[in-house]
């Protein structure tokens, strides 16, 4: 950047400053651009310009320059083109000033735009057309525009360029004003023959660097002038007619091209041909040279014509040329195609190269139109064979299968060697007679049928079918069962087949808990000669029938004794009961039980899993419920339809033996009356005495019990508050369970002694009642043998 400082400094009697300073930049510069250090150039310090406020007064400058107090710089505010701000002049600057304040100063400022080379020379237009005659001579003068440059100086124009120069030159001259005038002059002849139309460009370019530059494009059309006579593209023409063909035929097409153009282009096409039958059988398109036939062509009238043609344009030039047409002949007879002995059936086991056919054929045509060859497909099992001219016979050429293809239809075509080809076909019909070699094959490899037991005897199970590739006798099949046993039993016991359809039937009634399923062989024979066989495997399986109920393993119900499961009055919502176990000998959806409850004496107190049997309680035991309770369960399979078994459960509400046993009387009465009065009444004497001797036992052995509690109790000066976590297992899945129960006693730290923890499974919860009191008394003497020991432990038990 070239910068000028002139500094000019004048005192007025105001106290006021004025100085003037000038600086040089190059157009473009970026925003934020150094122009000068202001203060520094005028002699001041950067607070001066702060404290005077200095700014800039322009009317039009302050939008490309602005100045920095703080710095004392004056910088580029906006980008700056010199082409837009002073257009065509020379000398191109800004003119502000400065002002302070306190005390007031002015100073002007002249900052001077120099041109850098930021424009190429432009045309006004792209492009340009002159229209210039073939006849035009040599030294003609053509004016060009000149190309414009928004640079000055050196930047601007400062030569022309125009090529290709091979027909034009460029001058360039110097007018009075300055200013440059353009010519294209013409230094060689033009011929539009030769080229039609010339692309000139004109390059113009600046002297800036780098260097820069602008085209036009020079489109000069050449006007023609009728200088030139029509030319054939050939002296000799020659083409070759085949014998009938159609009217209107194009035989050939002859060109001739004129070099002038427009109306001195047009060519007419014409016939000179004064004798012979030319013109009767051709004719000349007169615009675009094609010949065609309008006659009947025949080989054996006219081997051989010559045409002469002649070509004029509009200014009367000529020039003239012949065609030779050769006629050729065509292949117009198709060969004939005779049968001389044929065979209309065939055994498939024919042997090999067997003579089915002979042929003969025949074609009037000569050379190598007459000449025939004649072929069938080769896919067939048959081959064509030549044995003297114009002879064939047809033999079998590989085995031949009936069951394969019962029928050929063979078709024998023979072609000449004529152009083109001509042929004929005729079609010969073979059927092929059936031999007896398919054994029947069933349409599995082997069959499964089911059957529902307790079946009718004689019903229809299933039907084997078997199928033979031979024809007529030879596949007629007929079903055989083949000896065998089932169990040691005859098959034939079991099922029967129908020799004709192969309907398998049951000859039983069958019973699935016996027997699930079986297998046996059917035979397939054909009636062939000798006949052909094959077998297959059946398997017959049986399917279950809902004819079995369910039955009820547990509870057993039993006359001689009765079964009651114990529930403690102090059992929670959920508490298990009991299990019922049933089974079913019935197979899949007819074994599948779900249990339900019907009866109850107490229907609100327990419930029965649909799944699983077991009976839980569904509430709080009360002190308000029965001591004896009654459950009727259902027991169903899923079979259509159902089948089902009742069992009667029997629960003690209790948490001690006498009120059990006091109960239990009335659960022997209930089961028993109904049984036989006569017997009960016998038995209850019996079980009066029996209840007598067992309340004795068991208040001996519940006062000796609360005893023993109470001594132990007296060591603690605490209460004992027990714990009663109930737990049952299912033992060998009979459906007995048994229900274990601890306690825990816990005492406190300041106690005589450290905490302890007391527990002993209890026995189970079934209560057998046995007419005989026997083993009743035995618990109850086990009981109490238990407490009477001394060093035992607190033990608490819970029916």
Not at 151 to 162: C, I, P, T
Request: hydrophobic share 35%; aromatic share 8%; charged share 25%.
């Amino acid at each position: 950047m070239n910068r000028q400082v002139l500094l000019f400094v004048c005192l007025f009697s105001l106290d006021s400053v004025f100085g003037q300073i000038s600086y040089s930049i190059p157009e473009e510069m970026s925003k934020g651009s150094l122009v000068g250090n202001i203060a520094q150039d005028l002699g001041l310090e950067n607070k001066r310009l702060v404290s005077g406020k200095a700014k800039i007064y322009t009317r039009n400058s302050d939008e490309y320059m602005e100045l920095n107090r703080e710095r004392g710089v004056l910088l580029v505010k906006e980008r700056i083109d010199r082409e837009t701000l002073c257009t065509d002049t020379m000398l191109c600057a800004l003119h502000f000033q400065i002002i302070l304040e306190n005390p007031m100063e002015f100073y002007s400022v002249t900052v001077q735009i120099t041109d850098i080379n930021d424009n190429p020379p432009t045309f006004e237009k792209a492009e340009i057309e002159f229209k210039i005659s073939e006849s035009a001579v040599i030294g003609s003068k053509f004016v060009l525009e000149r190309a414009e440059d928004l640079d000055v100086g050196n930047n601007g124009v400062q030569k022309y360029e125009l090529k290709p120069a091979d027909n034009f030159a460029l001058k360039i001259h110097k007018n009075a004003d300055g200013n440059e005038k353009v010519e294209m002059v013409l230094q060689k002849p033009l011929d539009r023959e030769k080229q039609e139309q010339i692309s000139l460009v004109l390059t113009a370019e600046d002297g800036g660097e780098p260097r820069m530059s602008g085209t036009m494009l020079i489109i000069i059309t050449v006007l023609d002038v009728n200088d030139n006579a029509p030319v054939f593209t050939q002296s000799t023409y020659k083409t070759v007619v085949t014998e009938n063909s159609a009217k209107g035929t194009v035989v050939a097409t002859v060109t001739a091209s004129d070099a002038d153009d427009g109306a001195n282009n047009k060519i007419t096409y014409s016939i000179t041909n004064a004798l012979g039958n030319v013109k009767k059988l051709f004719d000349i398109n007169k615009e675009n040279g094609q010949i065609s036939l309008i006659g009947d062509m025949d080989f054996e009238k006219y081997q051989h014509f010559q045409i002469n043609l002649l070509a004029s344009d509009e200014g009367g030039l000529t020039d003239s040329c012949k065609l030779i047409v050769d006629v050729r002949d065509v292949n117009d007879n198709k060969p004939e195609i005779n049968i001389m002995s044929k065979s209309n059936v065939i055994s498939e086991d024919v042997q090999l190269h067997t003579v089915v056919t002979m042929i003969n054929v025949e074609d009037r045509d000569s050379g190598e139109n007459g000449n025939v060859k004649c072929f069938i497909t080769k896919e067939l099992p048959f081959n064509l064979k030549a044995f003297a001219s114009n002879f064939y016979t047809l033999i079998t050429d590989s085995e031949l299968d009936r069951e394969r293809e019962s029928e050929y239809n063979i078709t024998v075509s023979c072609s000449d060697e004529g152009v083109p080809s001509l042929s004929s076909s005729v079609t010969l019909t073979l059927q092929i007679s059936d031999v007896n070699d398919n054994p029947p094959v069933f349409e599995r490899s082997s069959y499964e049928a089911y059957i529902v037991e307790n079946n009718t005897p004689g019903l229809s199970i299933f039907t084997v079918k078997a199928r033979d590739a031979d024809w007529n006798q030879n596949a007629r099949v007929s079903y055989i069962l083949e000896d065998s046993s089932v169990n040691g039993v005859p098959v034939s016991s079991y099922v029967s087949v129908s020799a004709d359809s192969g309907v398998v039937h049951a000859v039983r009634s069958f019973d699935y808990e016996q027997i699930k399923d079986f297998h046996f062989l059917v035979k397939a024979q054909d009636g062939g000669s000798p006949p052909l066989s094959s077998n297959v495997s059946v398997k017959i399986l049986i399917q279950d029938q809902n004819d079995n109920p369910p039955q009820v393993l547990y509870p057993v119900q039993t006359g001689g004794s009765m079964v009651a499961e114990m529930v403690p009055r102090s059992a929670d919502v959920g508490y298990l009961v009991t299990k019922v176990v049933a089974v079913d000998v019935d197979s899949g959806q007819n074994a599948w039980l779900s249990y339900k409850l019907q009866k109850a004496t107490d229907r609100a107190l327990f419930e029965v899993g649909l799944q699983n049997g077991e009976i839980r309680t569904i509430r709080q035991v009360s002190d308000k419920d029965a001591v004896k309770q009654r459950l009727s369960v259902i027991v169903e399979d899923n079979g259509q339809p159902s089948r089902s078994a009742t069992v009667i459960v029997n629960v003690a509400v209790a948490d001690s033996f006498p009120e059990v046993l006091s109960e239990f009387t009335d659960f022997a009465h209930d089961k028993e009356y109904n049984d036989n009065l006569t017997f009960y009444l016998v038995l209850a004497l019996a079980v009066v005495s029996f209840l007598f001797i067992t309340c004795l036992v068991v208040i001996i052995s519940v006062k000796i019990y609360r005893w023993r509690q109470s001594r132990i109790l007296y060591h603690s000066s605490l209460p004992v508050i027990p714990y009663y976590p109930p737990r049952y297992s299912d033992t060998l899945g009979t459906g007995t369970l048994q229900h274990v129960y601890n306690y825990e006693v816990c005492r406190t730290t300041d106690s005589r002694k450290s905490d302890c923890k007391f527990g002993r499974a209890a026995s189970q919860n079934v209560l057998i009642m046995d007419p005989s009191s026997t083993g009743t008394m035995q618990r109850i003497q086990s009981e109490k043998s238990i407490l009477d020991e001394p060093d035992s432990p607190l033990e608490v038990r819970k029916f």
